[in-house]
């Protein structure tokens, strides 16, 4: 428990909290038995297909990992769940190691998509962090290993009197246009933020109310920002183009990094927590080459030179000791008690409540 | 002019000098059926079949709801309305793409008039300047077009200098969107009138000065009729993919400025509905159709003229 010494207590806050929130989410993993034999494999030479997010892995990391197994590693990426899910339904084959968040693995289990390879059995499955054990989205976690996790909040540019004066979700929709506002092109982000300041509690933001999404249609009517999309927002941001920007905290270690007027705010109403996962696609090819490199990745050195790549906190036990000091330090990845304590798992609905939220930000982009 | 009455007749001309077999062109026609043909059928069968309630996709169930939905809203407070926002996005399509091809249009016609009263060996290379854009990746000259535009770039910069710089703003706007479209459609306006322009006869214009025209009327009446079969391939090529652009609407309208694609994105991405994103191919697919009925009939109206 290195990572989560001394102030650190921070991380462990946000984990405990984010671990009994998603508890509290009904399950739909099955828990059927580990189906993987009782002998690891062992590395053999040969390849592994590694499906990630784009720019999420150090190739370094990926080098050091061919040169110690021998595996050589080939690295293809998506853009969103929603392109990944779509590849694995539309049957897809040749992906080993894939990368889903946190709703998407619940829904890949269900709809049979992963292999059950009884992760938490693996030789180093014993450094996943606890917190990270009995997650909604695999109890246990028999399909998937813990990657990297992080919030969805705002940066704000200190300098700027009107951005710095933003605390909550409530303040950044009704941030003034002057003030040059970005934000994500990203539905769930945008509309389960609106409800959040319009009072929905973090428990019912799959409501299927429609007065809710109402209200937080109203409040996105004034909401004209500068830029909305996924990218670019690091540049902007660091180069003062934009004072406000809803972002993922990583990406405001990043801005922060060459930027330091930049801080990141956790929203008083509460912000969405995503955990990403190393997960095995069905019929992967190279299923014990696979299973070779979450291992690898979960050992405590292999997190820490992922989260120093990526920015992002990891939940393997171990790795805070090497960690970057400047990633430990920032209070946008180690958390304060408080603010950890706002952090919930982002919402993953029904089909009706996601055509609620499909409503709001398709209003709301068509009148921009 | 005379008439060439030694056309070839249909009968047999496979083996005459520069005519190919139908089996050469079966070829392609195959790859162009397996590569557009089929995807399109599956969006236009797509856009028929319902939802499945998890995942992506569609299931086997007839459902007609997705057309309805382009044109009639479910609001929020429980009432029905008639939906204008679908309407919105594709009037933004038509406006974004002829404003394009209004503007390609005024820069190729004197950049291609140009070129073509050059000697041929500068032709050549000032043909060959003009495809330039194409070595790089359109992702990449868009991002630099963003450099250029940003506030903080080069044109900020300039207008800093100049003391206007208060409210700088060109990228993430409507005007980003255009000068991002007008760049990346341009070579496609210049070369086909180019084409044109480089057979025309530039004898005509003179003999139309020296017996007495003015230049508007020697450019209205004798050297456009003549190029005019290259500026409505020209159109074609501008106007029709222009209103499928997804890239500058997102990347330099800052995601402000929709346009078709950039909602079809969306539902087959995070609303995962993609029977709805279909259906709306299928309208944007319907739309292109006509446009290009409209452009080949104007064609067709303008050779009859001249005959």
């Not at chain 1, 059995?121 to 450094?127: D, L, M, Y």
């Not at chain 1, 090819?285 to 906190?313: C, E, H, R, S």
């Amino acid at each position: 428990m290195k990572f989560f010494t001394p102030k650190m207590g921070a991380a462990i806050a946000l984990a405990a909290v984010v671990s009994l929130g998603l508890s509290a989410c009904s399950s739909s993993a099955k828990t059927d038995t580990a189906a993987s034999s009782t002998e690891f494999p062992t590395a053999n030479g040969g390849e592994v297909n590694l499906y990630n997010w784009t720019n999420y892995i150090d190739p370094e990391q990926l080098k050091a990992f061919t040169a110690e197994t021998g595996i050589k590693v080939n690295l293809d990426t998506f853009d969103s769940n929603e392109t990944l899910l779509a590849k694995l339904q539309a049957g897809a084959t040749g992906y080993d190691v894939i990368v889903p968040s946190d709703y998407m693995v619940a829904q890949m289990v269900t709809l049979g998509l992963l292999e059950n390879v009884g992760v938490a059995s693996f030789p180093n499955g014993k450094n996943i962090d606890p917190n990270f054990m009995d997650v909604y989205w695999d109890k246990g976690r028999q399909y998937s290993a813990p990657y990297m996790y992080g919030t969805t909040g705002i940066a704000v540019n200190t300098t700027n009197a009107a951005a710095n004066k933003i605390t909550s979700w409530k303040d950044f929709f009704a941030a003034d246009s002057a003030t040059s506002v970005d934000v994500l092109k990203d539905q769930t982000e945008v509309v389960s933020a609106a409800l959040r300041a319009t009072g929905v509690a973090a428990a019912d933001l799959c409501t299927v109310d429609k007065s809710k999404y109402a209200a937080a249609q109203k409040l996105l009517e004034g909401f004209k920002p500068k830029v909305i999309d996924s990218d670019g927002g690091i540049e902007r941001m660091v180069k003062e183009s934009s004072m406000v920007r809803m972002a993922w905290n990583g990406s405001v270690h990043r801005m922060s990094t060459d930027n330091p007027k930049i801080k990141y705010v956790f929203p008083s109403e509460g912000l969405n927590f995503w955990a990403d996962n190393l997960a095995i696609a069905k019929g992967a090819p190279n299923l014990d080459n696979a299973k070779i490199f979450i291992n690898w990745m979960l050992n405590p050195k292999q997190g820490a030179v992922a989260t120093n790549f990526t920015g992002y906190a990891n939940a393997v036990l171990g790795s805070g000791d090497l960690l970057d000091p400047a990633i430990k330090a920032d209070p946008a990845i180690n958390a304060s008690p408080e603010n950890a304590k706002l952090a919930t798992p982002t919402p993953n609905c029904s089909t009706e409540a996601r055509d609620l939220y499909t409503e709001v930000f398709t209003s709301w982009t068509s009148s921009q | 002019m005379t008439l060439d009455l030694s056309l070839p007749t249909a009968h047999d001309d496979s083996k005459a000098p520069g005519k190919t077999s139908k089996w050469l062109a079966a070829v392609p026609m195959a790859f162009l059926s397996f590569t557009v043909g089929i995807p399109l059928i599956i969006i236009f069968v797509y856009s028929f079949l319902a939802r499945p309630s998890m995942g992506v996709g569609v299931i086997w169930k007839l459902d007609l709801t997705h057309y309805v939905k382009i044109f009639v809203q479910d609001k929020l407070d429980g009432t029905r309305s008639f939906d204008t926002r679908y309407l919105k996005v594709i009037w933004n399509s038509f406006f974004y793409s002829g404003l394009t091809t209004v503007g390609t249009l005024v820069l190729a016609i004197p950049v291609a008039l140009w070129i073509a009263t050059r000697d041929p060996r500068k032709r050549i290379l000032l043909v060959f300047l003009v495809t330039l854009p194409f070595w790089t990746s359109i992702l990449i000259r868009t991002y630099a077009i963003r450099q250029l535009l940003d506030e903080k770039g080069v044109l900020g910069k300039i207008a800093t200098t100049l003391g206007f710089s208060d409210n700088f703003q060109i990228l993430y706007t409507p005007t980003s969107t255009i000068i991002g479209l007008v760049y990346t459609f341009l070579p496609f306006m210049i070369l086909p009138i180019y084409a044109s322009a480089e057979r025309f006869d530039f004898r005509f214009a003179e003999a139309g000065f020296d017996l007495g025209a003015r230049k508007m009327t020697v450019l209205f009446r004798i050297v456009l009729p003549q190029i005019a079969p290259g500026i409505i391939a020209g159109i074609a090529l501008v106007f029709i993919p222009g209103l499928g652009s997804f890239l500058q609407p997102d990347m330099l309208g800052g995601g402000k400025t929709n346009m078709i694609a950039n909602v079809v994105a969306n539902n087959y991405g995070q609303a995962r509905n993609w029977p709805f994103g279909s259906a709306l191919s299928v309208l944007l697919c319907l739309i292109t159709l006509v446009a290009t009925l409209m452009i080949s009939i104007a064609a067709r109206k303008r050779k009859e003229a001249k005959v």
